[in-house]
């Protein structure tokens, strides 16, 4: 995907720092459809994340419905595949939209097959999430119950800034371009905040955050 400036803004405006350590994030859309607002985000978040934070895109098109009968036969290789993208990522990022107040079908199953691969692609991992929805919260329902389900997988979730989209039909033009200044500001802000998010977890301080779960789960 090109680094081409999007149209309306100016990248002094938005005052992108330069990270002094390169790093990669994937980039995993919970939306399986063509011209979807939340991949529209995730490119917007491509342009507007620092300096030497660089992304990739996955996707959860071909992934099974996940059933432990399937599972006994061997994790298909996609899962095997995007697992091994997680590991060798420094981040992820998740863009999904709502549905119903909840979770997309095709990302809860995704997370549940990744969920079973024995290296744990997720523990430890850093993720940050955004959402954009045709309502008007923006998908705060779904990212709730989103990160619950990563807590239940020891993924290290960075908490603000917050990025939901609302109204997205009106944040987008028709080839996709985010154009409404609010979002693309909060969108670059979090975009800092997780490569800052990143860079403390890759100081050491995960190992202190998972085992501190792990002793408060053992003392309940
Ligand atoms: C099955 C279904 C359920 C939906 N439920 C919600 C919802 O609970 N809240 C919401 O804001 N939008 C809901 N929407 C609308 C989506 O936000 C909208 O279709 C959005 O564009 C989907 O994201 P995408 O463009 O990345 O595919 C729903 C859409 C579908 C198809």
Redesign the pocket.
């Known amino acids: 995907m090109g680094k081409s400036p999007l149209p309306f803004m100016t990248m002094t405006d938005l005052q992108r720092q330069s990270l002094q350590t390169p790093m990669t994030v994937l980039a995993l ?5 063509a ?7 995730l490119a917007a978040a491509e342009i507007l994340a620092p300096h030497g934070m660089s992304m990739e895109f996955s996707c959860c098109t071909g992934i099974p419905l996940f059933n432990e009968d399937e599972e006994r036969l061997g994790i298909p290789p996609v899962v095997e595949l995007l697992g091994d993208r997680i590991r060798s990522a420094n981040g992820l990022v998740i ?8 979770i ?1 079908g095709v990302l809860k199953n995704t997370i549940d097959w990744l969920s079973r691969l024995p290296s744990r692609p997720l523990k430890g991992k850093p993720v940050a999430i955004l959402s ?8 705060a ?2 990212q709730y119950e989103l990160r619950k389900v990563l807590l239940g997988l020891d993924a290290l979730v960075l908490q603000r800034p917050e990025v939901l989209i ?1 109204n ?2 009106a944040k987008f033009d028709e080839n996709g371009n985010l154009t409404d200044a609010a979002t693309q500001q909060a969108i670059a802000s979090a975009m800092q905040a997780f490569a800052a998010w990143i860079s403390l977890l890759e100081s050491g301080s995960s190992a202190v955050t998972t085992d501190a779960a792990t002793h408060i789960a053992l003392a309940v």
């Not at 011209?35 to 985000?41: D, L, R």
């Not at 863009?95 to 909840?102: I, K, L, Q, W």
């Open positions: 859309n919970g939306s399986l459809r011209g979807s607002f939340n991949g529209h985000a863009a999904s939209p709502e549905y119903n107040f909840s997309s954009a929805t045709a309502g008007a919260f923006g998908g329902r779904h609302g997205c039909r």
